[in-house]
């Protein structure tokens, strides 16, 4: 199985920060990588797709880099609706497998 | 809009077998080439894969689980099931059905059930 890592498991940010987080491969996954955002008690949402693809819908803010073992998600202006769990995920494989989650949380 | 919708018991026995069901709405199960999954989250805890079948009837199972599990799908009720047998505390998650949407570098969980929570407890 492909392990998913990701880092920082947790972040305090302020509204209107740059926020980074980065997710490596435990094999190179080209561009098969997602990245979800999940509230709590609620269904994850893909924002980006194929490591760089912005989902319809998903505000220009979020951006993913990367590919191989390699990727960022970034976020360039925290806004208050962006508090949430993000989780990446590896396509590439079966079985497709999940980051361990970076919650991000209000400074 | 599509629409995907769990259902089963909330409650399941250790060593029984739990059953859930998707039921989708706004689509159809087998137009497309679509692939429908399921996956689980702990309490606490990260997602996880646990199957998929495809559109045309292939099936893919995570090997941690693969021996307990089963995934078919029923097209003239426009649904696909689950059946994990020999349950333990272990398989207490919120279980979510899911649709993929495949594209050239993959694919990804695009729409996804509101999830149902199953607890295995005696």
């Known amino acids: 199985d492909i392990q998913m890592t990701q880092s920082p498991s947790s972040l305090s940010a302020s509204i209107g920060d740059r926020v980074i987080i980065t997710c490596r491969a435990s094999?190179?996954?080209?561009?098969?990588l997602n990245w979800y955002q999940q509230k709590p008690g609620k269904v994850p949402k893909v924002v980006i797709y194929s490591a760089s693809s912005l989902q319809s819908g998903i505000p220009s803010r979020f951006s993913g880099s990367g590919s191989g073992t390699d990727f960022t998600l970034t976020i360039s202006s925290l806004q208050p609706e962006d508090f949430a769990t993000y989780s990446c995920q590896q396509s590439c494989s079966v079985p497709h497998t999940f980051g361990q989650g970076t919650k991000l949380e209000i400074k | 809009q599509l629409q995907l919708q769990e259902s089963g018991p909330g409650l399941v026995k250790p060593s029984e077998t739990l059953s859930l069901t998707c039921t989708i709405s706004?689509?159809?199960?087998?137009?497309?080439?679509?692939?429908w999954a399921w996956l689980r989250q702990p309490p606490g805890m990260g997602l996880e894969w646990v199957a998929t079948i495809s559109y045309t009837g292939i099936t893919y199972y995570n090997p941690s689980l693969e021996s307990r599990l089963t995934i078919s799908a029923d097209t003239s009720q426009n649904q696909f099931s689950l059946r994990l047998s020999s349950v333990t505390a272990a398989d207490t998650a919120v279980y979510f059905c899911a649709r993929l949407t495949t594209h050239g570098s993959g694919s990804h969980y695009h729409y996804w059930g509101q999830g149902t929570l199953v607890t295995v407890s005696s």
């Open positions: 094999q190179s996954i080209s561009s098969c």
């Open positions: 706004g689509g159809s199960i087998n137009s497309g080439s679509y692939f």
